[in-house]
């Protein structure tokens, strides 16, 4: 009983000390060398860009801090696309995902905005607006997969867009 419990400290210890660690990360974009990175303005390159992700990586299972197709969670997931198919480092978790932009409505969504829903007290989910109500994000059901904005879960969850 006593080791179980030394364990759960010392779990919930390196727990706390990695969401600490990215609390630090910077708000902001970077652009890497990728050369498509101007064309996130360019509506069919970017949902051509997302689908394609959608072919590679639909199924992939979640797995919360995951960044691999072992296992990927929502924001490593939005990071890993920007930084593939549109040359751009995003940070790595949603709150500071959350945090960059321009905050757009909802009516005025388009190809590759990013979209957030609260879907706990303490929680936030992040996707990918592709286009008709559509997003690609990484569900704990369903793994990388597409979803209808108009679904009553995502309905009742939306808190908000930004354009990059």
Not at 10 to 33: A, H, K, Y
Not at 93 to 105: D, F, L, S
Not at 107 to 114: C, E, I, N, S, T
Request: aromatic share 12%; proline share 1%.
């Amino acid at each position: 009983m006593k080791r179980n419990f030394s364990q759960f400290i010392i779990l919930i210890s390196i727990s706390f000390l990695v969401s600490c660690g990215s609390l630090q990360e910077r708000n902001s974009v970077r652009l890497t060398s990728n050369p498509d990175a101007n064309k996130l303005t360019d509506s069919n390159h970017v949902r051509k860009a997302l689908y394609s992700q959608f072919n590679d990586w639909q199924g992939v299972r979640y797995q919360q801090g995951g960044l691999s197709q072992k296992g990927i969670d929502c924001s490593g997931f939005v990071h890993l696309t920007f930084r593939s198919k549109f040359g751009l480092h995003l940070p790595r978790t949603t709150w500071m995902q959350a945090r960059i932009g321009k905050e757009i409505k909802k009516d005025d969504l388009k190809a590759g905005d990013l979209i957030f829903f609260k879907v706990g007290v303490a929680s936030n989910h992040v996707g990918i607006y592709l286009e008709q109500n559509k997003f690609l994000h990484v569900s704990q059901k369903k793994g990388v997969t597409i979803s209808r904005l108009e679904n009553v879960y995502w309905k009742s969850s939306y808190w908000k867009a930004v354009r990059i």
